[in-house]
C-alpha cells in the first residue's frame, strides 16, 4: 500500500494562478481532509468529506475549493492564488468504523505564492 | 470561541527524564483525543488515542492521561531520548462522533539534550 500520497512536493505560482494539489489514499478510508501548517500555528483544518460526494468546511476554508467524486481522491483547488496561501499542505485520510480513527497523513506539499 | 492550546511552544529536557505535554481545550466535548509526532520536513505520524471514558494510556515509554472535568490531556515521554525530540501535536474530534472533524493544537517542539 502506498498509504496517502500528495502531488507535486513543491510549487510555486505567482498571484491570482489557480492550481489543483493532489492527494489519493489506496486504504478505502471513509474520510479524507486537507490541513495548512504554518509556522507556530500547527495544522489548521482547510476541508474535509466523509464519504464520496459528502464535502464539509473545516477552519480555514476561504479561498480554497475540493470535490469528492471518488473513495480515493480528494484534489484541493486554489482558484485565484494569494501571498497569504503561502503554506505547507497536508492531506489526511482515516476511517470512520472500528478502531481507532487515527489519521494517515501524506509527504505534504510545499506551496510559495509569489 | 473553541481553543485547543498546548500550553508550551518549546520544552528543552535532559536525557532520561519525563517529558510532560500539556493539552488543553475549551468549548468542545470530543469523544477521545489523539497525540501526534511530526519530524521536520514530514507529516504527523499518529502515536495514541485515549477515549473520553478513558483516564489513561500507555504505550512502551508513552503514557497519555485525559480529563474531561478539567478539559485537559497530559502526554509524558519517560526515559526521554534525543530520538524522541520532535514536534507533538494533539487534536480532537470536535464533533463527538466518528465523521467528526479533527482539530489540533498548534503543537510543542520538545528537545531532549544527551
Known amino acids: 500500500n502506498a498509504g496517502v500520497t500528495q502531488t507535486p512536493k513543491f510549487q510555486v505560482l505567482k498571484t491570482g494562478q489557480s492550481m489543483t494539489l493532489q492527494c489519493a489514499q489506496d486504504?478505502?478510508?471513509?474520510?479524507m481532509s486537507w490541513y495548512r501548517q504554518d509556522p507556530g500555528m500547527g495544522l489548521r483544518l482547510i476541508h474535509y468529506s466523509v464519504g464520496a460526494g459528502i464535502t464539509d468546511q473545516g477552519e480555514v476554508p476561504n479561498g480554497y475549493n475540493v470535490s469528492r467524486s471518488t473513495t480515493e481522491d480528494f484534489p484541493l483547488r486554489l482558484l485565484s492564488a494569494a501571498p497569504s496561501q503561502t503554506s505547507v499542505y497536508f492531506c489526511a485520510s482515516r476511517t470512520t468504523t472500528g478502531r481507532p480513527y487515527e489519521q494517515y497523513f501524506g509527504p505534504g506539499t510545499r506551496l510559495t505564492v509569489t | 470561541s473553541q481553543k485547543i492550546e498546548q500550553n508550551s511552544e518549546a520544552l528543552n529536557i535532559q536525557e532520561g527524564k519525563t517529558a510532560t505535554l500539556t493539552c488543553n481545550y475549551t468549548n468542545y466535548s470530543p469523544a477521545y483525543l489523539q497525540w501526534y509526532r511530526q519530524d521536520p520536513g514530514r507529516g504527523p505520524v499518529f502515536l495514541l488515542l485515549i477515549r473520553e471514558n478513558e483516564k489513561e494510556k500507555r504505550k512502551e515509554r508513552l503514557k497519555v492521561t485525559f480529563d474531561t472535568t478539567l478539559k485537559q490531556s497530559l502526554f509524558h515521554i519517560t526515559a526521554s531520548q534525543p530520538a524522541d525530540s520532535a514536534t507533538y501535536l494533539c487534536?480532537?474530534?470536535?464533533?463527538?462522533?466518528?465523521?467528526?472533524?479533527?482539530?489540533f493544537g498548534s503543537g510543542t517542539r520538545l528537545s531532549i539534550r544527551p
Open positions: 487534536a480532537l474530534d470536535a464533533g463527538g462522533s466518528s465523521a467528526s472533524k479533527i482539530i
Open positions: 486504504m478505502n478510508h471513509e474520510y
